[in-house]
């Protein structure tokens, strides 16, 4: 039992160049979501998944797109990278977002665009 | 709105010194959720606890304590005793309810705890 993995661990990315950040979890999970961490500015939501097929935009989605073709897996995708997109990247899951159930957290994925 | 404050950036104590991390919420639901998470420098966020609005009864788990008041909108947490390995960033965070009718976490900027032998 994995949990929730991320793939790729570390990235850089020259301004324009696009990439995806794969999210994997293995605990059935309806819920999926993608995070990025700043300096001082705690997780911010990107987007968030409530069940396969099904995606919805979060606190600061600009510049981000995201698919979750299968019920394991979350897709974020920067199509046009920009400098202030380096962060870290962190996806959630968790059983339930009706109830509050505790998101479970993947390692991150340290992006740096330049 | 919804908002969640740490006010102390940074605290640095000795080991054995018990320490107290602040965390104040804003909400306007009646229903919410309160979460602890622990981010030690590897970098992975760790769950620690889940508390929700109806109870408010304090919680023990070993070295660690939880005080929640509704009243003043809190919810600290206290290391007893801390350790070298009790050193990491402690974000509160704050389970709402989206426009959507979806729940949401929303974090505070975290506190960064060290712990000196």
């Keep these: 039992n994995a949990g929730v993995t991320q793939t790729p661990k570390f990235r850089v990315l020259k301004t324009g160049q696009s990439m995806t950040l794969l999210c994997a979890q293995d605990m059935n999970h309806e819920y999926m979501y993608w995070y990025r961490q700043d300096p001082g500015m705690g997780l911010r939501l990107i987007h968030y998944s409530v069940g396969e097929g099904t995606t919805a935009k979060g606190e600061v989605p600009d510049g981000y797109n995201v698919s979750r073709l299968k019920k394991q897996n979350f897709l974020l995708g920067l199509e046009s990278a920009a400098p202030s997109q380096t962060s870290v990247y962190f996806c959630a899951s968790s059983y339930s977002g009706g109830t509050s159930y505790e998101q479970y957290f993947g390692p991150g994925t340290r992006l740096t665009v330049t | ?117």
């Design chain 2, 1 to 117: 709105a919804q908002k969640v404050t740490q006010a102390q950036t940074e605290i640095s104590v000795v080991e054995k010194e018990d320490v107290t991390l602040d965390c104040v919420y804003e909400t306007r639901d009646t229903t919410y959720y309160l979460f602890w998470y622990k981010q030690p420098p590897s970098g992975e966020l760790v769950f620690l606890i889940r508390r929700n609005s109806f109870d408010e009864q304090n919680e023990i788990s070993g070295r660690y304590s939880w005080n929640f008041q509704k009243s003043t909108s809190s919810f600290n947490f206290t290391i007893t005793a801390s350790q070298v390995v009790d050193s990491a960033v402690y974000f509160c965070a704050l389970s709402f309810l989206m426009d959507t009718g979806r729940r949401a976490l929303t974090f505070g900027s975290g506190t960064r705890l060290q712990v000196q032998p």
